[in-house]
């Protein structure tokens, strides 16, 4: 398994085909309370896992985080967080109301570059935390992260434009 650093990511893009994508499906989001960094949370990916106080179990792996950060749900029910200032430069509330689980909907505004990867990959968020892919998983990226995405979830929620 190869890290992909922001130098790897250059060799990357001279090496291989880079598309510009979109996210087309929405994305279901609350704040993360107090209870869940007590409890700590677990994608249905990672239903094997055992909860761990602070952190969420992603598809990609173990990350952490704050109580008033963002929890994002994705098309296949996975979970991930994402910091509030982050969060309000991409994403756009269209729920009228939450759900009975606290959660609204939101449309994406940006649109992304990504990469096919042949192999497993990792790459850090920018908290620190190591998050992995596997072959056939896109590597998507902005001026500011890195990040995974799966096959299936990409094909449901992504949209080659380029």
């Not at 056939?136 to 380029?162: C, H, M, N, R």
Request: charged residues 25%; proline residues 4%; negative net charge.
């Amino acid at each position: 398994m190869i890290e992909i650093t922001r130098d790897a990511l250059e060799i990357l893009k001279s090496s291989l085909e880079v598309h510009a994508v979109r996210k087309t499906a929405t994305t279901k989001a609350r704040l993360l309370t107090e209870s869940d960094y007590q409890t700590g949370l677990v994608s249905p990916q990672k239903a094997h896992e055992s909860p761990i106080p602070s952190h969420i179990w992603t598809r990609e792996g173990l990350v952490s985080f704050e109580v008033g950060d963002i929890l994002c749900q994705g098309a296949e029910g996975e979970l991930w967080p994402m910091k509030v200032a982050n969060f309000n430069k991409i994403k756009i509330k269209i729920s009228l109301e939450a759900d009975s689980d606290g959660f609204d909907l939101y449309t994406n505004t940006v649109t992304y570059s990504a990469i096919r990867m042949t192999y497993s990959f990792a790459c850090r968020r920018p908290e620190g935390e190591l998050v992995v892919g596997e072959p056939g998983d896109w590597l998507l990226f902005s001026e500011s992260s890195i990040w995974p995405v799966g096959q299936s979830i990409f094909e449901k929620t992504y949209e080659i434009i380029a």
